[in-house]
């Protein structure tokens, strides 16, 4: 069973809004610290933002500062990325992942994470 579940992602201009959702299939995972991955064509699986199991913490990459923001829902076990001001080098796969410990904060490297969505496309066209 997938534990993670993204969907929200589509085509966009640029300029315009989206915001993704991951789904949590486990009440156990309202306590972790969730946070979203992306991955263009041909280039590395980047960090984009975390939040924590709290969902008072969050932190954030350089690059979208202030125009993404995450948040959780966790009576819904739900975690959400709203995007604003895309633009095309935003296009890419969006994965939301988990670290597998509560203990694990603000993870902001790869190696930190355990559990993966299968991802969601975003396209934003010029």
């Known amino acids: 069973q997938v534990p993670l579940v993204e969907s929200g992602g589509g085509l966009v201009q640029a300029g315009g809004s989206l915001r993704l959702s991951c789904a949590a299939s486990?009440?156990?995972?309202?306590?972790?610290?969730m946070g979203w991955f992306r991955q263009a064509p041909r280039k590395a699986r980047e960090f984009v933002a975390v939040i924590g199991g709290n969902g008072i913490m969050t932190y954030y990459a350089d690059s979208v500062k202030g125009r993404f923001t995450i948040s959780r829902d966790s009576a819904q076990n739900t975690v959400y990325l709203q995007m604003s001001s895309l633009t095309p080098e935003d296009t890419a796969v969006y994965y939301c992942?988990?670290?597998?410990?509560?203990?694990?904060?603000?993870?902001?490297?790869?190696?930190?994470?355990?559990?993966w969505g299968q991802g969601t496309q975003v396209t934003v066209q010029s």
């Open positions: 486990e009440r156990t995972f309202r306590h972790y610290a």
């Open positions: 992942a988990s670290p597998p410990s509560v203990e694990i904060q603000l993870p902001r490297t790869l190696e930190e994470y355990y559990y």
